[in-house]
């Protein structure tokens, strides 16, 4: 059975407290200041930088939410995907929590498509 996605800002996911399971079935999660539990997260937001590498094997783009942003990166097929949007797309990510080597949080993306405006503004006032 696949986790839920929470709708959450950004500011509540890169202030959190990561917590890394043990089990091979468990997810990592973050534990936000209001004491939930998440580990798979929907986020809209608006690209603001996107990175690609030479080999095109990952490519990452950061999306801002106007609480704050966070990176998004994909690997493979995920790359090839998020290569296709550009600075200024509005977009959804459905994906996992990961940290990197330097301890950032970041979202291992599993859905990411263009939005309309309407649909991330609708989520920014929802948020507040």
Not at 31 to 57: D, L, P
Not at 94 to 111: A, C, S
Request: glycine share 6%.
């Amino acid at each position: 059975m696949r986790i839920p996605a929470k709708k959450i800002p950004i500011n509540e996911i890169t202030s959190g407290e990561f917590v890394e399971t043990e089990g091979q079935w468990e997810s990592n999660y973050i534990v936000t200041k209001t004491s939930k539990q998440v580990s798979r997260v929907a986020i809209y937001g608006i690209i603001v930088s996107k990175y690609t590498n030479t080999a095109k094997e990952f490519c990452s783009v950061t999306v801002e939410d106007l609480t704050g942003d966070i990176r998004v990166s994909g690997f493979k097929g995920m790359a090839k995907k998020l290569e296709t949007f550009k600075k200024g797309d509005v977009v959804l990510v459905v994906g996992r929590l990961r940290k990197d080597l330097k301890e950032n949080i970041y979202v291992f993306p599993e859905i990411v498509r263009e939005v309309e405006a309407d649909e991330f503004f609708l989520n920014v006032f929802e948020n507040y």
